[in-house]
């Protein structure tokens, strides 16, 4: 009914003058599509009863998949929804796509509720359960790739490849992959290192052959590969069809449509391809409107919500990240949590970060359109680190960059840096020691080497970590005598073990000329004693540390290095 209302009620209002004629219009684009909206109604309500957690047991299974393969055949799979889609009204069209998405969803879930399953105790049993679920969801792909209303859009994303020109070539060439699939028995239920699902997906930049069509992607692929693949496909089809019979035709806020356009013309670069946001929903009540996003990753989802509150005319965007890395997803965490804190952008709702799950949550208010530059940059800088390590500098170097325009900040880092140390929410992260690092290059001033030695130290006492990273910072403080023996960041070294961070051994010689550096060699004489770290390897150290302080070294530790050196 929102939808209705938004959509051809404003229609009528705007093309009709005659009030007469505005009711007689609705009330003529209801009754063409009527049977199809009550069919759709009856198909829905089957689906909406169908508990989706049966599949997760393998008894359950044999019972439940043919009720609802049954269901789809004779709903979404037929050629009566192709047919009564193109020939219903625009009204009709609305209702169905809606449903479209809703199915879309459901078997999503229904195929991980498999997959996820530890019920299955044959590998056998669980990989052709898996295989029968994703064929009839390729299925369903299939057919919803047939619809006319659609065919001009779907040929136009698959005309850049001259080798792979149109969807019926494209379509062919997926199956040929389920062919090779079809074949392999174990070990389809991880993605495959060099699967990209944003480059194989309908629409990439990207060409066929590299991303679906070549070797080395036919040999790994895997089963989760293609679901993956199918499944940001049937999204990239829910996207086509929302943006033709919706988008275009709804009153919506001139601050909304502005904010919308600019976050769905984003064009992020992921490894070889690009990856952009797909609208997959909309979502009316008297209070706000909901458009949903999806954008394809590597091997992940990352799913967006723009809101817009009626009321209080409040434009929001929340997203989230769902896959298996935990550590980016932690790292995306801190960075939200430090990007709040040293601008002056408005967070909506909490972080929410659930290792177990693989998932991390995070808003903002972008009403503004200050701050939406800066989000929507933050965005590219998080989906970039999906594809690499979240610490490789050049994704560190565009966060703290962008972070820092939203406040125009005289040094970048020195906020930053500071934020960091004292938050009790952030680890010793990869952007701590990157930003510290940063700010050290670039400062030659005494009190920002005074700042950054109390970071420091008050980072690692409170946290009890000295992540390797930091050693560089620490060594070049020592030499340039920052950091003296008098220091706590001293005491902390003292410390830390030698076992655990052998990185130490390359500050010992460093800071030999320190007083009360007897701990130095007791932790020397500890590291020969363990044998746990290669003598030869570490012996350059432990050199310098006995010709600097041959007086300091009792003769024990002398015999037992030279027993452990013959």
């Known amino acids: 009914m929102p939808l209705w209302i938004n959509r051809s009620v404003h229609k009528s209002l705007n093309e009709q003058a005659d009030f007469n004629k505005q009711i007689a219009f609705l009330i003529d684009e209801y009754q063409q599509s009527e049977k199809f909206i009550l069919w759709l109604k009856e198909v829905s309500d089957k689906f909406s009863y169908f508990a989706t957690e049966s599949f997760e047991s393998p008894n359950a299974f044999d019972k439940q998949w043919p009720l609802f393969e049954q269901m789809l055949n004779q709903s979404f799979l037929s050629r009566k929804f192709i047919s009564d889609f193109e020939q219903t009204t625009s009204f009709g069209r609305l209702i169905a796509i809606e449903k479209l998405k809703t199915l879309i969803d459901t078997f999503d879930i229904a195929i991980k509720r498999v997959t996820g399953s530890r019920q299955y105790k044959k590998d056998a049993l669980h990989t052709e359960r898996f295989k029968i679920m994703v064929q009839t969801y390729f299925n369903l792909f299939k057919n919803m790739a047939t619809i006319p209303f659609i065919q001009e859009e779907l040929e136009e994303l698959t005309s850049h490849d001259k080798r792979y020109v149109g969807i019926r070539r494209y379509i062919e060439t997926v199956e040929n992959l389920w062919t090779i699939l079809e074949k392999k028995e174990f070990g389809q239920f991880n993605p495959s290192p060099s699967f990209n699902v944003a480059g194989a997906t309908l629409g990439s930049k990207a060409g066929i052959q590299t991303f679906l069509d070549s070797k080395n992607i036919r040999d790994a692929i895997t089963v989760e590969d293609f679901f993956s693949l199918v499944h940001q496909n049937l999204l990239v089809i829910s996207s086509i069809l929302h943006k033709k019979e919706l988008t275009e035709k709804m009153p919506l806020p001139e601050r909304l449509i502005s904010v919308k356009k600019n976050f769905e013309d984003l064009s992020i670069p992921l490894l070889s391809t690009t990856t952009e946001p797909l ?161 050290f290059n670039n400062s030659q001033e005494t009190k920002d080497h005074d700042f950054i030695k109390k970071s420091i130290e008050e980072k690692v006492i409170k946290d009890k970590q000295l992540p390797e990273p930091l050693f560089f910072i620490i060594k070049e403080m020592i030499k340039k005598k920052i950091i003296k023996s008098e220091d706590r960041i001293v005491a902390s070294l003292a410390s830390l073990s030698l076992i655990e961070h052998p990185c130490l051994l390359s500050i010992y010689p460093l800071i030999m000329n320190f007083s009360n550096t007897q701990w130095i060699e007791d932790k020397v004489i500890q590291l020969i004693r363990c044998k746990k770290i290669d003598i030869h390897r570490v012996f350059p150290f432990i050199k310098k540390i006995l010709l600097n302080k041959k007086d300091l070294v009792n003769q024990y530790s002398k015999e037992l290095l030279i027993t452990s050196l013959s």
């Open 279 to 439: 609208l997959v929903g909309i979502h009316f009540s008297k209070e706000k409107v909901q458009f949903l996003y999806n954008i394809a990753l590597c091997d992940h989802s990352s799913i967006y919500e723009l809101e817009y509150n009626i009321t209080d005319k409040q434009i929001s965007l929340r997203g989230s990240f769902v896959g298996a890395t935990y550590k980016r997803w932690q790292n995306i965490a801190d960075a939200t949590i430090i990007t709040n804190l040293v601008t002056n952008i408005e967070p909506t709702g909490e972080i929410h970060l659930d290792k177990e799950k693989g998932l991390v949550s995070f808003g903002w208010d972008i009403t503004k359109s200050h701050d939406e530059f800066i989000i929507l940059n933050l965005i590219k800088v998080y989906i970039q680190s999906t594809s690499i390590d979240f610490q490789t500098s050049t994704v560190l170097d565009v966060f703290v960059a962008t972070i820092s325009k939203a406040r125009g900040l005289k040094n970048k880092y020195r906020d930053v840096c500071h934020t960091i140390a004292l938050d009790p929410r952030i680890n010793c992260s990869e952007i701590f020691h990157h930003c510290l690092k940063q700010f």
